[in-house]
């Protein structure tokens, strides 16, 4: 069965200018047309754009999902890559959760410096920030 963008989108929960930014960047494969013109998409791409809009949710770049894809696209070795893949994935976040955390925490000890007077001269919390 095909679809034309519309249909597509709507079964993808997504917009038409979305399906199409997808296919300029690459990371769909330019669909077949009709003799007036429409695109007309595959059910595979019902999968395809599902998966990169889950890799979305999960914090993946359009260039990491990029490079997935073609992971993705090779039968070979898919599994081992995209274990590969996810692992990584996972030590930048278990990363960037490190960080915040020590954001937070230097903002939790600015903000217990701050008296109830939030008279901006004499802030603590800019006088802190100021020096080094």
């Not at 599902?50 to 090779?74: V, W, Y």
């Not at 960080?99 to 217990?112: A, G, S, T, V």
Request: hydrophobic share 35%.
């Amino acid at each position: 069965m095909e679809f034309r963008i519309g249909e597509l989108a709507e079964k993808c929960s997504v917009n038409k200018e979305t399906i199409r930014y997808y296919e300029r960047i690459g990371l769909i494969p330019k669909p077949s047309r009709t003799d007036s013109g429409y695109r007309m998409y595959s059910e595979q791409m019902i999968d395809r754009i599902n998966l990169i809009k889950r890799m979305q949710e999960l914090g993946c770049a359009l260039n990491e999902i990029e490079k997935l894809l073609t992971l993705f696209d090779k039968d070979e070795v898919r599994c081992k890559d995209m274990y590969d893949f996810i692992v990584q994935k996972l030590e930048n976040i278990q990363h960037k959760i490190e960080e915040l955390k020590r954001i937070e925490q230097i903002l939790l000890n600015l903000k217990e410096e701050c008296p109830e007077n939030k008279d901006i001269y004499g802030c603590p919390i800019i006088d802190t920030l100021t020096r080094k």
